[in-house]
């Protein structure tokens, strides 16, 4: 069978620089949750970028394939509605955009591609208490201009929240648990699990093993140095935290 | 020749005409020389509509109000009128033009200390003429009103609205110009406030190929407050300009101006906004922002704050930037599968919106206000 996202030999770069991605490799099958773990600059940001389609990277050798079709030419909205869904490790302040207008706009641009009809205001209401309920997110958060002086864990929060009122098939976490206290992490990590599906692959990019604590992953990649230098099950991580990531630079 | 323009005009109105025609003739279109007129560009003039009257709509007018067509109250009771149309000092070419042939436009006056809840409206559809509309707002001491004004049709339209704000009197006045691509709208409003008097001007510049919008308001009275907010959202080859004039001629005045634009194909946007603290205009404090987004490479913005102040005790401030829409938060909107004219649209409206979301307007009038943004905001997108 073929896997919802196949990354082949994956070579990209900021347009006119140098290349970021020396030759990605990975495969993700549905109903799994790959962990990405890897120093500061490795290019981990990179690929959730470059698999989100954000404007700007020119992917110059290898391939994405998801869903069993070549995405290459799929721009980031027709991703999106395809269900490829990016938490952002530096969610975007939107000044002037209602939080839950835009979540509203969101969901239905979603449900058209699935050729769903839009939910009307009272609908979307039903679903946004649903998903608050799971999430312990404040209701407060989703009458304000979108992510405008949220504090960094109510970004965060605020991420997954979309993540859950969207539900796609893949979802890619770009060091979701950064910068959350402890209850948050706890409260986003149950969030996650909760969103665990058989139809549905989850990416993280993390730094810290903590997270893997409460979500655990199936797979465990090392990114190092635009490529993936190293893959385990989750023990591999615990492994990690006392080895470092030096000898799997020098190995590559 | 008679310079009469209406069947039964009083005689004092024909011989004014006469010699704001003398100055129009003299002074001629203003071209690309007169600083203020820089940028507005008459060519569309030079093979003019024949002049007309627009269709004109005015709301009821409650008691104690006059609200009514300018042409009624000149054949009704002229003497109202006599000492207010008349040609200023220092009035421009199309200013004269208009008191020469305007041949209608209302009159609203407000009994002092009256103040009315309900909005009044009015209405004009150019009907691809040539229009000279004249309006006259006087409220009196201590009265209050809210104006809701729509310009719409195609054609030329040259207006000219005089207001008089007494002692403590508050203006709220909006409007909306929404005219086909193919015409010209040139507005100059002038205000007089009193002491404390408290006037907003909301302006929505949305359609027509030209348009312009003055706003001279003279702060006369001691602790008058005027406030000017407006947006123009032009695409195609549209040119809009906005020229206000705060001039802050009393003590402890304040004075604010908020314009925005956004910009597509190959529009061209103006913002010169004065700011005049002669002597004696100490306390005044006073605030210019002109923002602005270009959504091309061919739209184009000039904006040209101009401050001359020569009171000591004065506080003022002012800025103008021009810019893009933010790439990162497209892209963020983008990845919740908003397609791009929509994430587009999204960031339009939420740049220009408070513009209106701030106006101090009854709801339903600000609502009005706010769909119109929207919808152009979505052509542009
Ligand atoms: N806009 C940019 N212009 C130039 N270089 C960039 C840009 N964005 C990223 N880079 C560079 O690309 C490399 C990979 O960055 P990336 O953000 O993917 O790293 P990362 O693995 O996510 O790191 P971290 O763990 O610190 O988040 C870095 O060297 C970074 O400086
Ligand atoms: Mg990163």
Same mark, same amino acid.
């Given at each position: ?44 940001? @990179? ?20 869903g ?6 799929m ?21 002037g ?17 699935r ?21 312990d ?16 864990g ?5 991420e ?39 139809? %549905? ?51 590559a | ?8 005009? #009083? ?10 025609m ?7 279109l203003?071209t ?36 009514? %067509? ?5 054949a ?67 009265a209050?009103?809210t104006l ?6 195609s054609g ?45 001007s ?18 006369t ?35 604010r101006?908020?314009?925005k ?22 306390? @005044? ?11 091309? #490479?061919?739209a %184009?913005?000039? @904006? ?6 020569l ?57 009005s ?13």
């Amino acid at each position: 069978m073929t896997k919802l996202l196949e990354v082949e030999n994956l070579h990209a770069r900021i347009a006119g620089g140098r290349d970021i991605l020396k030759g990605i490799s990975l495969s993700v099958g549905a109903g799994e949750v790959h962990a990405i773990m890897g120093p500061n600059g490795a290019g981990k940001s @990179t690929l959730s970028a470059v698999l989100a389609a954000k404007p700007g990277y020119d992917v110059t050798a290898g391939s994405i394939s998801y869903g069993g079709a070549d995405i290459a030419d799929m721009a980031a909205d027709e991703r999106a509605r395809k269900g490829i869904f990016l938490a952002f490790q530096y969610p975007v302040e939107i000044p002037g955009v209602n939080n839950t207008y835009f979540l509203r706009a969101s969901v239905n641009a979603i449900r058209r591609e699935r050729g769903e009809p839009d939910l009307d205001a009272s609908q979307f209401l039903k679903l946004v208490k649903k998903k608050m309920s799971l999430l312990d997110i404040k209701d407060d958060l989703l009458k304000r201009a979108v992510n405008v002086g949220f504090s960094g864990g109510e970004k965060k929060r605020n991420e997954i929240f979309q993540m859950a009122m969207l539900e796609p098939k893949l979802a890619i976490l770009d060091e979701t648990d950064s910068g959350l206290d402890i209850d948050a992490l706890r409260a986003v990590s149950d969030g996650v699990n909760k969103l665990r599906d058989p139809n %549905r692959a989850i990416v993280m990019i993390t730094h810290y093993q903590r997270l893997l604590d409460y979500i655990e992953p199936d797979f465990v990649h090392v990114l190092a140095n635009g490529r993936i230098v190293a893959s385990g099950d989750k023990s591999f991580a615990r492994e990690l935290e006392k080895t470092g990531y030096a000898h799997l630079e020098r190995a590559a | 020749m008679s310079a009469a323009v209406l069947a039964a005009e #009083p005689l004092w109105l024909t011989a004014r005409r006469a010699v704001a025609m003398d100055r129009f003739a003299a002074r001629g279109l203003p071209t690309a020389k007169d600083e203020a007129w820089r940028f507005t560009n008459l060519h569309a003039l030079t093979a003019r509509a024949p002049s007309g009257t627009a269709r004109l709509t005015l709301s009821a007018a409650p008691e104690g109000v006059t609200f009514t %067509r300018l042409s009624t109250l000149l054949a009704q009771a002229p003497e109202r009128l006599e000492a207010l149309l008349a040609l200023p000092e220092g009035a421009d070419a199309l200013s004269a033009l208009n008191l020469a042939m305007f041949s209608d436009g209302y009159v609203l006056e407000v009994a002092p200390g009256l103040h009315l809840d309900a909005p009044l409206e009015v209405s004009h559809d150019n009907q691809g003429r040539a229009v000279h509309m004249r309006a006259l707002v006087l409220l009196g001491e201590g009265a209050s009103a809210t104006l809701v004004e729509r310009a719409n049709g195609s054609g030329w339209s040259n207006n000219v609205t005089h207001a008089v704000l007494g002692a403590g009197a508050r203006l709220r006045h909006a409007k909306l110009q929404a005219q086909a691509a193919d015409s010209v709208h040139l507005s100059a409003m002038t205000l007089t406030l009193g002491a404390g008097a408290d006037h907003e001007s909301v302006i929505l510049a949305l359609g027509a190929g030209v348009s312009r919008e003055a706003v001279t308001t003279a702060l006369t009275g001691e602790g008058a407050t005027a406030s000017l907010r407006g947006a123009y959202l032009l695409g195609g080859k549209q040119q809009a300009s906005f020229v206000p004039e705060l001039l802050h001629l009393a003590r402890n005045c304040t004075s604010r101006q908020l314009v925005k634009g956004v910009l597509g194909g190959t529009a061209h946007g103006v913002f010169l906004g004065h700011i005049g603290v002669p002597e004696g205009g100490d306390g @005044t404090n006073a605030g210019q922002t002109n923002r602005n987004i270009l959504l091309s #490479p061919g739209a %184009r913005v000039d @904006t040209r704050p101009r401050l001359e102040i020569l009171a000591d005790d004065v506080k003022c401030s002012h800025s103008a930037t021009v810019g893009a829409l933010d790439e990162t938060a497209l892209f963020y909107l983008q990845s919740r599968g908003l397609a791009p004219p929509q994430a587009r649209r999204m960031l339009i409206e939420a740049f220009a919106a408070d513009i209106v979301d701030g106006a101090d307007l009854p709801a339903p009038q600000r609502e009005s206000l706010q769909q119109a943004l929207s919808f152009w905001a979505e052509t542009l997108a």
